[in-house]
């Protein structure tokens, strides 16, 4: 039957080339229990060939599938889904079963360590810790992104809601480290969007809420010789993500990825990334 896929949160593709896409389709809805209420719905995980035709849906009625944030396709071709408002990640191995969950959805009870005082700790805050530090572990609000280093540890960035960190698991899905709090300093992020891991382990936060003098300043002194003329048909507008959006693209492409001239690469929308990645 046909398949209506609504607002898109996350695509990529397998080593096979079958197409994976996360999107916020169907209708969320929710039922009250005695002293919690469940929601669920309201994201689908559909899989698609090489050639764009449907295979099938994964993870129908999975209780972690509410608002889709994000998706990425592990070197071993296990499925990773991210939800904001589930606060979960969800691996499918390649045969479309659920292998790991880390996360847990809000509840109306309190279930973090209390406070000195009696009192629980707020989300985010991780009771004693620096505000954004988060509680150490996968208790997490809205997360956003997922990556493994070589071998084959688990970081999630953690995320766009009232945490600033990046958690550190091991590939079994236990809790091995985080760091990272709410701030303009060092160590501290203002919205972690998006992760990526280079071949030396290193890891790349994108910060939404920060700015770094001589990245993305406002304003940046540059010698004439860096200076280079607009083309004709290219808006300001648009010239002045070019320099932006190259740079990612290179380092996700070459610098990340390794990719070769018979690979097969996916971009998400009409951006300017995306452009410079076609």
């Known amino acids: 039957k046909d398949v ?7 695509v990529g593709a397998n080593s096979k080339g079958q197409i994976f896409v996360y999107t916020r389709t169907g209708h969320p809805y929710a039922t009250l ?17 090489r050639t764009g035709r449907f295979v099938r ?18 070197p071993q071709d296990n499925v990773w889904t991210i939800d904001a408002a589930a606060n979960q990640v969800v691996k499918f191995d390649p045969e479309g079963r659920i292998a790991l969950v880390l996360g847990r959805k809000p509840e109306t009870i309190s279930v973090r360590p209390a406070q000195p005082g009696g009192q629980a700790a707020q989300p985010g805050r991780g009771g004693r810790g620096a505000p954004g530090s988060g509680t150490p572990g ?19 960035a ?3 809601g ?20 709410t701030g303009a300093g060092q160590g501290q992020f203002s919205g972690v969007k998006a992760l990526a891991i280079d071949d030396q382990g290193r890891v790349y936060v994108a910060d939404v809420g920060n700015t770094i003098d001589g990245w993305l300043g406002e304003m940046i ?22 320099s932006g959006s190259g740079l990612t693209v290179w380092h996700a492409l070459h610098d990340v ?22």
């Open 138 to 156: 996968s208790t997490f609000n809205r997360p956003t992104d997922v990556a493994w280093d070589r071998a084959g540890n688990i970081y999630v």
């Open 33 to 49: 229990g005695d002293n919690r209420t469940f929601s669920r719905g309201g994201s689908r995980l559909f899989e698609f060939d």
């Open 57 to 74: 849906e994964l993870g129908q009625d999975v209780y972690g599938f509410n608002a889709a944030i994000g998706l990425r396709v592990d």
């Open 4 to 10: 209506y896929v609504g607002e898109v949160a996350g």
């Open 158 to 160: 953690d995320g766009i």
């Open 221 to 242: 002194l540059l010698p004439t010789s860096c200076l280079a003329t607009i083309p004709e048909p290219v808006s300001w507008e648009d010239a002045a993500t070019v």
């Open 257 to 278: 990825a390794h990719v070769r001239s018979d690979d097969i690469v996916l971009t998400l929308g009409t951006g300017g990334v995306s452009t410079f990645g076609v």
């Open 162 to 181: 009232a945490t600033n960190r990046v958690a550190k698991f091991d590939k079994d899905g236990r809790f091995i480290s985080h760091w990272g709090s």
